[in-house]
């Protein structure tokens, strides 16, 4: 009966079932992969199940050298149909990399003895990538991950030990036909490593959705603080506000006298001095955008304190289809760097111009400098962690919704351009 049952699978997957359950493998580890990945379109998505497909369909032994062949084609598939940080993209090519190679590995290589081995490690692929994706898809989010670039290189290097731990088992146990030592000692080693590896690329996962939630809270703290000093300049104005309306009786008085006196230099003098008052100003609205006003205000009132020249003209509405929080990370990131740079220079005026036309949303930051300005904008604080954004996390917001980024620095002039392809309102 076990020998008819296994004869009807044999048939079964030889009759060309085992297409569909590749297909079944690369879908799995496609909608596992997703989450991490921007992906270029829909064609290049079909591409990448493809890559996920076949790779999961591979023959892999320890000892086996298609490890090494497999992986070019694999990283190249995988660079073509994805978009974003470079390091980000390197880091989940080589997690899935290994997820999909230690799978095969340790099913190709631990059953080759079981009798019906070929239809039982087909059988079993979709049951242990099936395995893996339910065992995460509930912490799977919505929109692709999104990390600062320091992160990205953090969790490269801790992706190269479960790569570098698979490459080694593989391929560094060739000679294990050699004798029965060798053979045992390969197949002991892979027996422990590869189990390693599969755990730990699972981690790397839980570990990059951990970081990305400890990111959102962080710029969601960024944005709850430049709203709280846009408010509180707010209230500062409303209490002024009030204590001018309450002293208006007295400023009254004072001018009358003075005129009934027949100072009317005096008079205006006062009437100068009046006007003024910060409560006559009337509350600042750049723009029509809230979280972009609230951005503006606030770095506008830090660059005079800071003895800049804020030369803003920003045309934003209210809707927009970039977040708040890129919205919010954009024009701080951009003006912090201007900030730190004119600082230093001769000329303190700092020029933003922002608007959307034509569908484009467009910035542009202008600031002089002084000295020399790095090649990634990175910060020059001692505190790098707390401030070092910079040029590559706007970068990364521009590439992610499908901008550009440019930057010049020339004859003591440094400028920021950014475009994001936007709906205009009403469109």
């Known amino acids: ?22 297909l079944f493998n690369g879908w799995l580890i496609y909608r596992l992969a997703c989450p ?21 369909g591979m023959v892999i032994w320890v000892g086996d050298p298609n490890l090494l062949y497999t992986l070019p084609f694999f990283l190249a598939v995988f660079f073509l149909c994805t978009r974003g940080d470079r390091i980000g993209r390197l880091t989940m090519c080589l997690i899935f990399f290994c997820l999909v190679m230690s799978v095969c590995a340790m099913l190709d290589t631990y059953l080759q003895h079981v009798q019906g081995y070929d239809v039982l490690t087909r059988l079993l692929r979709p049951v242990v990538f099936g395995g893996l994706y339910l065992a995460l898809w509930h912490r799977l989010p919505q929109e692709p991950v999104v990390l600062s670039a320091g992160l990205w290189r953090l969790m490269l290097g801790l992706a190269t030990m479960p790569f570098c731990a698979l490459v080694s088992v ?10 029965s030592a060798a053979y045992t000692q390969a197949m002991n080693l892979g027996m422990v490593v590869l189990p390693f590896v599969l755990l730990t690329v699972v981690m790397l996962l839980r570990a990059v959705l951990v970081l990305v939630d400890h990111e959102k809270l962080e710029q969601a703290s960024r944005l709850a603080s430049v709203r709280e000093v846009y408010y509180q300049g707010l209230q500062r104005q409303a209490q002024q ?21 027949g100072d009317a230099d005096g008079a205006l003098h006062y009437l100068d001095a009046l006007s003024a008052s910060p409560a006559l100003q009337g509350a600042q609205r750049i723009c ?18 800071a003895g ?6 920003v045309a934003l509405p209210e809707p927009l289809p970039l977040s708040d929080t890129d919205l919010c990370a954009l024009l701080g990131n951009a003006l912090d760097n201007a900030m730190e740079a004119a600082a230093q ?32 904008l990175s910060t020059t604080k ?21 901008g550009t980024l440019q930057s010049e620095a020339k004859d003591g002039w440094f400028e920021l351009l950014i475009c994001i392809p936007v709906a205009e309102a009403g469109q």
Not at 1 to 22: K, P, Y
Not at 46 to 56: D, K, Q, R
Not at 288 to 305: D, G, H, Y
Not at 350 to 363: D, E, N, P, S
């Open 288 to 305: 029509e955008n809230e979280i972009a006003n609230a951005v503006l205000t606030a770095k506008a009132e830090a660059m005079r304190q």
């Open 382 to 402: 001692a505190d790098q962690l707390a401030h070092g954004l910079g040029l590559p996390s706007m970068r990364e917001i521009a590439l992610r919704n499908g």
């Open 1 to 22: 009966m076990g020998e008819r049952f296994l004869d009807w699978l044999t048939q079964l997957v030889s009759n060309g079932t085992w297409v569909a359950l590749i």
């Open 345 to 376: 220079a001769e000329d303190k005026t700092v020029v933003v111009r922002c608007k959307v036309h034509k569908g484009l949303l467009m910035l542009r930051v202008q600031n002089a400098f002084a000295g020399e300005i790095s090649a990634d």
């Open 36 to 56: 991490f990945l921007s992906i270029r379109g829909k064609g290049w998505g079909a591409l990448l199940l493809l890559l996920f497909a076949g790779s999961s």
């Open 308 to 313: 800049l020249i804020p030369d803003l003209a």
């Open 241 to 261: 506000v009030r204590t001018l309306r309450h002293d208006l009786r007295n400023h009254m008085t004072v001018i009358r006298a003075r005129l009934e006196q």
């Open 170 to 179: 593989v391929l560094l146990t060739y000679n294990k036909y050699l004798s």
